[in-house]
């Protein structure tokens, strides 16, 4: 599976901004898919993810504020981002994995990468 990550930007607190991953190489709507970020000198987190059924999952510190999506027609999935603060800067990955195994929490459930996208929120 390639994945293939884009959106990212400079933006003020309170923007938004909507990441897209775009995937190929294998039946997207089997898949797993979620977004980790990663702020310099700390580790890979998780931000949200969705499974085939649709079910969507959040960290703490983006729900209410992230929504995450799929469209299996395009093979996308999509971040969208409200009311963006500086903390939530980081390099953003989308990430896929397989139907079945592990937590959709740990980032060691998913075996396909994207590049990463940056996003800036200034205050």
């Known amino acids: 599976v390639q994945l293939q990550a884009s959106g990212g930007g400079l933006v003020q607190a309170g923007d938004s901004l909507r990441l897209s991953c775009a995937a190929s190489g294998r039946t997207f709507s089997d898949l797993r898919m979620a977004w980790f970020r990663q702020a310099p000198g700390k580790e890979r987190d998780f931000v949200a993810a969705i499974i085939w059924t649709a079910t969507t999952y959040y960290a703490d510190s983006v729900r209410g504020r992230f929504t995450i999506s799929r469209d299996n027609d395009k093979n996308t999935v999509y971040l969208q981002m409200n009311s963006l603060k500086p903390e939530d800067t980081a390099v953003y990955y989308c990430?896929?994995?397989?139907?079945?195994?592990?937590?959709?929490?740990?980032?060691?459930?998913?075996?396909?990468w994207g590049q990463g996208t940056k996003v800036t929120v200034s205050s």
């Open positions: 990430a896929a994995g397989p139907r079945f195994g592990g937590s959709v929490y740990d980032p060691n459930s998913f075996k396909f």
